[in-house]
C-alpha cells in the first residue's frame, strides 16, 4: 500500500522545486505586466480576464483580487472575469461555439487600450485562441499564462504582448505556478498604485 504521507511530501517538494527554480525567469515578465495593467488602469481602461477549468477559477480569483482587494486596503480596480458570468457562456456555447464563448465577450465589452489576461495550461485551448485573437483586433495588449511550450498562442502573441510561461507538462503544478504568479502580480500593481517599497 502506497505511502499516503511520502505521496503528499513528494508533492510539496516537487511544487516548492518548481516555483524556486521558476523565481528568476517569471520576475521580468510579472513585473512588466503589472506595469502594464497599472498604465492601463491609470488612464481608466480594464482587465478582462479568461480561462478554462482551474485557469477559468483563477482568472475569476485574479478579478476579485482587483475588484477588492490583495493585501493592502485601496480602492476597486477595473477586471471583469470572463468565465464568471454562466447564462452568457451557455448562451454562447449554445448559439455559436464554445470556442466563442470568451472571444464574443471581448468583441463586446473590450475597448483599445484594455489589457486581455489569458491563461491556458496547454496554450492550445481554442476559445483562448479566439480570446486573444478579438482583444488584439479590438486594440488591447495581452498578458498570456500557458505551460509546456507555449502551444499555439506564441503564435498570436507581438512584441507588444507578454508571455508568461511554465515550462513544465504536469497540468497541477502549472496551476500552481498561477497562483503565485497572480498573487505576485497582484503585490506589484498595489507596489506601482500605492507606492510600496
Same mark, same amino acid.
Given at each position: 500500500?502506497?505511502?499516503?504521507?511520502?505521496?503528499?511530501?513528494?508533492? =510539496?517538494?516537487?511544487?516548492?522545486?518548481? !516555483?524556486?527554480?521558476?523565481?528568476?525567469?517569471?520576475?521580468?515578465?510579472?513585473?512588466?505586466?503589472?506595469?502594464?495593467?497599472?498604465?492601463a488602469l491609470?488612464?481608466? !481602461?480594464?482587465? @478582462?480576464?479568461?480561462?478554462?477549468?482551474?485557469?477559468?477559477?483563477?482568472?475569476?480569483? =485574479?478579478?476579485?483580487?482587483?475588484?477588492? $482587494?490583495?493585501?493592502?486596503?485601496?480602492?476597486?480596480?477595473?477586471?471583469?472575469?470572463?468565465?464568471?458570468?454562466?447564462?452568457?457562456?451557455?448562451?454562447?456555447?449554445? %448559439?455559436?461555439? =464554445?470556442?466563442?464563448?470568451?472571444?464574443?465577450?471581448?468583441?463586446? @465589452?473590450?475597448?483599445? &487600450?484594455?489589457?486581455? @489576461?489569458?491563461?491556458?495550461?496547454? &496554450?492550445?485551448?481554442?476559445?483562448?485562441?479566439?480570446?486573444?485573437?478579438?482583444?488584439?483586433?479590438?486594440?488591447? +495588449?495581452?498578458?498570456?499564462?500557458?505551460?509546456?511550450?507555449?502551444?499555439?498562442?506564441?503564435?498570436?502573441?507581438?512584441?507588444?504582448?507578454?508571455?508568461?510561461g511554465v515550462?513544465?507538462?504536469?497540468?497541477? $503544478?502549472? +496551476?500552481?505556478?498561477?497562483?503565485?504568479? @497572480?498573487?505576485?502580480?497582484?503585490?506589484?500593481? %498595489?507596489?506601482?498604485?500605492?507606492?510600496?517599497?
Amino acid at each position: 500500500m502506497t505511502d499516503l504521507n511520502t505521496r503528499i511530501t513528494a508533492h =510539496f517538494e516537487e511544487s516548492g522545486r518548481l !516555483k524556486l527554480a521558476l523565481a528568476e525567469l517569471l520576475a521580468s515578465p510579472i513585473a512588466s505586466s503589472a506595469e502594464i495593467i497599472v498604465q492601463a488602469l491609470l488612464n481608466e !481602461k480594464k482587465i @478582462l480576464t479568461c480561462g478554462n477549468g482551474g485557469s477559468a477559477s483563477s482568472a475569476q480569483y =485574479f478579478a476579485s483580487r482587483m475588484l477588492n $482587494r490583495y493585501d493592502l486596503e485601496r480602492p476597486g480596480l477595473a477586471a471583469i472575469a470572463l468565465p464568471a458570468d454562466i447564462s452568457t457562456l451557455t448562451s454562447i456555447a449554445n %448559439d455559436s461555439h =464554445f470556442e466563442q464563448v470568451f472571444a464574443r465577450q471581448i468583441t463586446a @465589452l473590450g475597448h483599445h &487600450g484594455d489589457i486581455l @489576461l489569458a491563461l491556458s495550461t496547454s &496554450g492550445n485551448s481554442s476559445n483562448i485562441l479566439q480570446a486573444i485573437s478579438a482583444a488584439k483586433d479590438s486594440g488591447m +495588449q495581452v498578458i498570456a499564462l500557458s505551460g509546456g511550450d507555449g502551444g499555439d498562442l506564441m503564435e498570436l502573441l507581438t512584441d507588444d504582448d507578454i508571455h508568461i510561461g511554465v515550462p513544465h507538462e504536469h497540468p497541477a $503544478r502549472i +496551476q500552481e505556478v498561477y497562483i503565485l504568479t @497572480l498573487h505576485c502580480l497582484c503585490d506589484a500593481i %498595489d507596489c506601482l498604485l500605492l507606492g510600496v517599497n
